[in-house]
């Protein structure tokens, strides 16, 4: 069965900081991947996907994630953090042939001014 | 493009008593979710539509939930009685086509609670 870890329920960076929210699936074939991010009160907003070709994937925001297969990882990256930023983080996978999207847990980002 | 709509954001009712979302999709998308979130959780799929096709509602509670999609286009998500448990936001997703590669679009939610 796929699933979704993410390492860190809570993370907090100062503001300018570089944030780092950590994503890791398991799996035995390719991964379609997607960090989604919520705001208070609101859905889920697509941030960045990963389905085929380039490993690094750029999004919105600014944010960044890279496929890395050895690690079976998919963190997500930001190089300087926004006041804006501060927002539920969360990570999910599907495989080919099977629409079902599994999600983690999700990561809280609280950005210290 | 307007985004995934759902109504009431809010709903309070006693438990034992009916309630009912509403969800109208992306214009065009034919592939429509449900999802049920509890606090601290991601979401859990309860059903998916194709078009007003119910392929995948193995996760769904049918001896007190019930949903449709008329006309393959708004889809009703319905909880009858509720009980106490069904506190939770239930979300509402919608792709353009069946596809574990295709990105889901979220509506805002309608958050329930159960007194």
């Known amino acids: 069965a796929q699933s979704v870890t993410q390492l860190g329920s809570h993370v907090s960076v100062s503001e300018g900081a570089l944030v780092l929210l950590r994503c890791n699936y398991s799996?035995?074939?390719?991964?379609?991947l997607f960090w989604y991010v919520q705001y208070p009160n609101q859905g889920l907003q697509l941030l960045l996907k990963?389905?085929?070709?380039?490993?690094l994937v750029k999004g919105i925001n600014g944010f960044e994630a890279e496929f890395k297969k050895s690690e079976t990882s998919f963190h997500l990256t930001k190089p300087s953090a926004h006041m804006s930023d501060a927002a539920e983080y969360v990570c999910a996978v599907s495989y080919f042939g099977n629409e079902k999207l599994t999600f983690g847990t999700g990561t809280r980002l609280t950005i210290i001014p | 493009e307007a985004g995934v709509v759902q109504s009431p954001r809010y709903k309070i009712i006693e438990k034992k008593q009916p309630v009912a979302f509403w969800c109208n999709p992306i214009?065009?998308?034919?592939?429509l979710y449900w999802y049920l979130q509890n606090l601290g959780q991601g979401p859990e799929l309860l059903i998916r539509?194709?078009?007003?096709?119910?392929?995948?509602d193995s996760q769904l509670p049918k001896d007190r939930f019930s949903a449709e999609r008329l006309k393959g286009v708004d889809s009703t998500l319905k909880i009858q009685p509720a009980e106490l448990g069904d506190s939770a936001v239930y979300l509402c997703a919608s792709s353009h086509v069946t596809g574990a590669w295709q990105p889901q679009h979220f509506g805002d939610g309608t958050r329930l609670s159960i007194l």
């Open positions: 990963y389905t085929t070709g380039a490993t």
């Open positions: 799996s035995s074939v390719p991964p379609y």
């Open positions: 539509y194709e078009n007003e096709e119910a392929v995948d």
């Open positions: 214009s065009g998308h034919n592939t």
